[in-house]
């Protein structure tokens, strides 16, 4: 065992971060997601989500869950809503915040793989969501500390 004399060794730091995107973008985010969750296909979960992504050119694109018998193949709507917007738009995808919502009006914070396909195009995007109480708003940095890069 080593002893580390005082005020030497590692230290931890936490960061707050506090980056929100203004109530009238979230609204109209939160509005084209749940245009968009009106075409999910969700035969087995009868779960319907819907995304609406905001881009850094003040672009907004969409997307549903679109279920699969084989269940595993099935894709969120954060990612159609992604993948859509790569498909309009190019592969020049800057995300500034997204939001999540659902038919059933419960907690949906996205799932891990969504929230590490934001953080490839948004790695300082504010992720909108619904909590028990709340529309919350959380930096991609909070739902994926230390998401993965290749760079
Ligand atoms: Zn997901």
Redesign the pocket.
Known sequence: MVDSPAGRGCSTFIVTVTTTIPSEQRDKLIQAARVAMQNAYAPYSHFK?GAALLTTKNEIFSGC?VENASYGLT?????TAIFSAIANAGPDLAITAIAVVNDQNVPCS??????Q?IYEFGPDAVVIFQTANEWKQSHINELLPEGFRLQ
């Open positions: 989500v869950n894709n969120c709507a954060e990612r996205p799932c891990g793989a969504c929230r396909v």
